[in-house]
């Protein structure tokens, strides 16, 4: 909580550009961290109630909105990794603009070779990058949304989870712990609710995952949003026949434009 209040003090937007950059982009967070999520929006209460950006088709929101992590907000998978991501990679946090703010925008594995198949040489386990470094980072679009769900006041009420069935759950913590979305803020403070892995009451099927947030959170299925890739499974198709959860497919990453239209399904089954 601590470390929350330094990186809020290093967030002192004025209200007058938090404004102009909630409408110039959109206009159209285990745990002790939902105490977090909420300390963190509340120092843009006063901004929300002077916000263009809140039009008549922005007031319906989602109670929650659920995201997966390999494939949807983060690349590679976790599975690719030939260890734990720990290393913490610098970059600018706003991926639509190299000058802004430097933080935390990736976790890189330690470089550890192993020996290839045929015992003659080595590689560098599953996955790497052009660098031949194994890096998770976040896609454009997600990191956006992210950013998006961080600054603008209208979302303040909004809970973030996510559901994941990685076959490495520390390697996701680890990941969600190390990653900024704004100066000082990191993944795990924005999410309120984890189910991450397919273990004990978890299984591949995100069924499990969303039945234990709606214990957790006691918010109703159908007031929640649901982004997938769906690349292993239509997990979207599965929980909106289950449960009545709204679901949108990100099979290529997380788009701010998918963003959009999830949110606009939610409002249509809504109405």
Known sequence: MAATSRALQRLSF??????????????GGSKQASETHSSFNMGFSAAASASSCNSNNDVLLPSMIVFDLDDCL????????SGMPS????????????????GTV?????????????????????YANDDGEEVVEL?????????????????????IAVASSS??????????????????VT????ISYSQIGREGQLTSRKTSHFKLLQAQSGIPYD??????????GDHVGDLQDAFGVTGIRTPQGLQVAEFHDGLEKYRSRRK
């Open 223 to 232: 007031e929640m949003l649901f982004f997938d890739d769906c690349n292993w």
């Open 14 to 27: 004025s209200t007058a550009a938090l404004l102009v950059g909630c409408c110039s982009s959109f206009c």
């Open 187 to 190: 993944m795990e403070d924005m």
């Open 139 to 159: 896609y454009p679009g997600a990191r956006l949304v992210l950013r998006e769900l961080a600054t603008n006041p209208k979302y303040a009420a909004v809970k």
């Open 87 to 102: 290393i913490p990679v610098e970059g600018p946090l706003d991926p639509s603009d190299n000058n802004s703010e430097l």
């Open 167 to 184: 076959l490495e759950p520390s390697y996701s913590r680890a990941c969600i712990n190390g990653i900024e979305i704004v100066d000082g």
């Open 74 to 81: 983060w690349t590679p998978e976790m599975h690719e990794l």
């Open 106 to 126: 990736g976790m890189k594995v330690p470089s550890r070779r192993r020996r290839g198949n045929n015992n003659k040489g080595f590689d560098w386990g599953g």
